[in-house]
């Protein structure tokens, strides 16, 4: 008998197919099985753990600057806690705790940050001296040693080892995992997977895919006609020879001054690092077979990395190197996960690209099997969410160079505000050039090029991020103050805009939303679009250019999640149309108290107040263009949002510029944006507000229509509405202080929420934060905000700290 006929054969279907054998698919189908799914069937194209799995370094940590992929982890920890008990497969698990140095006063700045986000997430983390932080790792020298932060319910465990249990308990509850089969083809029909073809072993019917084959996932996605951003890049370690005396139960280490990390191994150490040269990994396609292989080890790449870890543990030296391992491993567009469903097949998920899958796997294979069960885990993941790539993050042009950018930068500081280098200028706006010629320093959103502010003569001309006051405050409070006293101009073509018709647009965007859309044409709506829970998926304007269309305006970043989500809860008979517009207008954003004069000058309209009132929408030519104007905005003055084909915004920009002269008309950029919101209160979606949050505790129940009718979460809203647990709210802080958002907020010494955005007001000269607290405090005051480990009295404001009764905005 041959090897394949002794294998057992495929089913003929099954309700789930999971496709990669590491950790996080066999912990998918361990949470699937749990939940109570038992038709699973994994494919794994060799055997487990055979893809990066096996040769992972195994470290386990939670903090992450997210508050929900950190809870995420924790759930990891707590799996990781009881699995070898639950199955009776060891897993080598050591909840040993971890160390972070830390060798600049920028560093210490950092890791008083981490350290407050950790208190307010709820993870015991400790900020200790040198001295401590060597008691607990003997083996590292204090050279240079400021502070370390710990945290003790981090650890290590065995990759290969946890990802059988997974597989155990998997399969003892009632899901089928295949070896040896490998993946060559998915059948699409229409916008869902039918069925999934393995080599030599036949075919297998299917209602749902779940794309977990790590550094295989692009080619996966590319099967079923989904564009994945995951790829693989060279990682090394290398491995010590047997240390005298080794000290037992050390945790692990990391020093991100020197690049490296550290964990325990055996008789020796494992010490890897982040060096700013590795190299990409099957750029043109994974070699075939490539099964349970490392790559040759780079002795003259790492040599930078060993130099640093010399000095910080000199015992590696007498130890000497055992092994060095060059491995390929799972990485992404933007260094984060790929997870969720995704925008082009409704029956296809996706879990890949973990940098630290191992940290992440038991807590990321229990949010995915609840998004295939219950429709969305139960933790917002918008950071990890594969709907937050655009087109040309899945390109090779922009993945491998901006990866290996990310690589390098993984342990270096990234004060608040840092840009990317690599693959910039991949979306101009017909501005552009305009712009930089007039001293725009861009940014990048969404693959946009966008002004983050202008540069002014005797004043900085590139950026200079920084943990205190950044280079370019005095510049943005220039244009802030010129946008609250006279008038400027923003370039918001990155704005993602669609068009939404039909026979059936009214009743469908009426069951989405949570406001009446159901008003005349030229009415421009702020609306929620909310999930059966009441929480905020979506939070854009839509306005009404007709009876059966909508022009629906949305951030830079969320046009493919928002498009989706109203694509996926409306009639899929043709009724319905989307079509993207982002690519066809440019937007020019026109505010400030002068802002109807410089208008005036160069529209062939009536423009005043009676004619054109605010909310409203209408087209009007402005010099020789063919304008859709919204008098809406996000900085709370006077203005419009100009809406134009892309071949006429040079014309008027250049139009508006001359007219508004005589008004001291100025560009601004996009920091400037965020000043002047967090004055006016205004939320921004994925921080402020997202899917766990609703609209009564974010303070935009006055947006909410009970009474129009049926709509998606309206039972939830109706049940929340008089049980509200926590709220929204703006503080200002009395003193110098540099928030940027994750911050703890303190009421009487006790931790009892957390920043969600921050700012400084340059109209009422203070630092802005909202976050949300209590309910019960609502109404309370001596709350403080603990900023890099300092508490800096806070004072909680009832509404918008600027122009609360929103007079200007209306003028």
């Not at 600057?65 to 008990?85: F, G, K, P, Q």
């Not at 229509?705 to 802080?733: C, M, P, S």
């Amino acid at each position: 008998m041959n090897e394949l006929s002794s294998r057992p054969p495929l089913p003929e279907r099954a309700r789930i197919v999971v496709i990669g054998g590491g950790i996080l698919g066999c912990s998918i189908a361990y949470h699937l099985a749990a939940l109570g799914e038992t038709d699973v069937v994994l494919l794994e194209r060799f055997e487990l753990t055979d893809g990066a799995t096996w040769h992972a370094a195994g470290l386990v940590g939670q903090l992450r600057s997210s508050r929900n992929v950190t809870r995420m982890l924790e759930h990891s920890v707590a799996l990781y806690d009881r699995l070898e008990a639950e199955t009776g497969q060891a897993v080598d698990w050591h909840k040993v705790g971890s160390l972070r140095l830390a060798c600049s006063p920028e560093r210490v700045l950092e890791l008083k940050r981490l350290t407050t986000m950790a208190k307010s997430f709820g993870l015991p983390m400790d900020i200790i001296g040198a001295d401590e932080a060597q008691r607990m790792f003997p083996l590292m020298s204090t050279e240079g040693v400021l502070a370390a932060a710990f945290l003790p319910t981090d650890g290590h465990i065995d990759p290969a080892s946890v990802t059988q249990a997974l597989a155990k308990g998997a399969r003892q509850r009632g899901a089928h995992i295949f070896e040896h089969a490998e993946v060559t083809s998915i059948t699409v029909d229409g916008r869902r997977i039918t069925q999934v073809t393995t080599r030599d072993r036949g075919a297998i019917e299917c209602e749902i895919v779940v794309n977990a084959a790590g550094m295989w996932g692009l080619e996966i996605g590319a099967m079923a006609g989904a564009r994945v951003p995951a790829i693989a890049l060279e990682h090394q370690y290398l491995l010590t020879g047997p240390i005298d005396d080794m000290p037992r139960g050390m945790p692990t280490m990391r020093d991100p001054d020197h690049l490296v990390y550290y964990k325990p191994d055996g008789p020796g150490l494992l010490v890897g690092g982040y060096e700013p040269d590795t190299l990409p990994f099957g750029e043109g396609g994974i070699p075939s077979p490539f099964r349970r292989e490392l790559l040759d080890p780079n002795f003259d790449r790492f040599e930078q990395l060993a130099a640093l870890a010399t000095i910080r543990t000199p015992v590696i030296e007498r130890a000497g190197i055992r092994t060095l391992v060059n491995g390929p491993i799972p990485y992404s567009a933007d260094a984060d996960f790929v997870m969720g469903r995704t925008p082009e097949i409704d029956n296809f998920f996706v879990a890949t690209g973990f940098l630290y899958g191992i940290a992440a796997g038991g807590g990321a294979g229990r949010m995915m099997a609840e998004w295939i069960v219950d429709g969305r885990p139960s933790l917002d993941l918008w950071p990890l969410d594969v709907r937050r790539f655009s087109f040309h993050h899945t390109t090779r042009h922009f993945m491998y160079p901006r990866a290996v950018e990310l690589y390098g930068h993984h342990y270096k500081l990234a004060p608040p505000g840092s840009e990317h280098a690599t693959a910039r200028g991949v979306r101009r706006s017909p501005l552009h050039e305009p712009l930089r010629s007039a001293g725009a320093v861009f940014g990048s959103r969404g693959g946009w090029e966008r002004p983050n502010w202008f540069a002014t003569a005797g004043g900085p001309t590139q950026e200079a991020p920084s943990f205190g006051r950044p280079n370019w405050f005095e510049t943005v409070g220039t244009e802030h103050r010129a946008v609250r006293e006279r008038v400027a101009l923003f370039d918001q073509t990155s704005f993602s805009k669609f068009e939404v018709s039909g026979a059936g647009a009214l009743d469908a965007l009426q069951r989405l939303a949570v406001t009446n859309l159901d008003k005349s044409v030229g009415s421009v709506i702020y609306t929620q679009l909310c999930n059966e829970l009441g929480g905020i998926e979506c939070d854009l304007t839509m306005t009404r250019l007709a009876s059966d269309r909508w022009y629906v305006v949305t951030g830079s970043a969320f046009g493919a999640h928002d498009i989706g989500w109203i694509r996926s809860n409306s009639p899929d008979d043709g009724t319905v149309v989307i079509q993207d517009f982002t690519s066809a207008r440019a937007v020019i954003n026109l505010c400030g108290p002068r802002a109807r004069d410089v208008l005036a000058q160069v529209c062939e309209d009536d423009v005043s107040n009676a004619a054109f009132r605010y909310a409203r929408a209408r087209v009007i030519t402005i010099a020789s263009a063919p304008v859709l104007a919204l008098r809406i905005g996000y900085v709370g003055e006077l203005g419009w949002e100009l809406h134009i084909p892309t071949e006429y915004a040079a014309h008027v920009y250049e139009q508006l510029w001359h007219a508004g002269q005589s008004a001291g008309i100025v560009n601004a950029g996009y920091r400037t944006i965020d000043t002047l919101r967090m004055e006016k209160g205004y939320v921004y979606w994925s921080t402020d507000v997202t899917p766990d949050t609703n609209p009564w505790e974010a303070g935009l129940g006055w947006r909410v229509d009970l009474d129009k009718g049926d709509f998606i979460g309206r039972d939830a809203l109706v049940a929340h509405q008089n049980e509200v647990v926590r709220r929204l709210t703006t503080f200002t802080i009395d003193d110098e202080a540099w928030p940027v958002g994750g911050e703890a907020i303190l009421h009487d010494g006790n931790v009892v929420g957390f920043t969600t955005s921050a700012n400084y007001g340059h109209t009422i000269g203070a630092p802005i934060v909202m976050g949300y607290i209590p309910a019960a405090l609502a109404d309370a005051q001596d709350f403080a905000i603990e900023v890099y480990g300092d508490a800096h009295a806070a004072v909680r404001h009832s509404g918008a700290v600027y122009d609360a009764t929103n007079e200007r905005l209306r003028a």
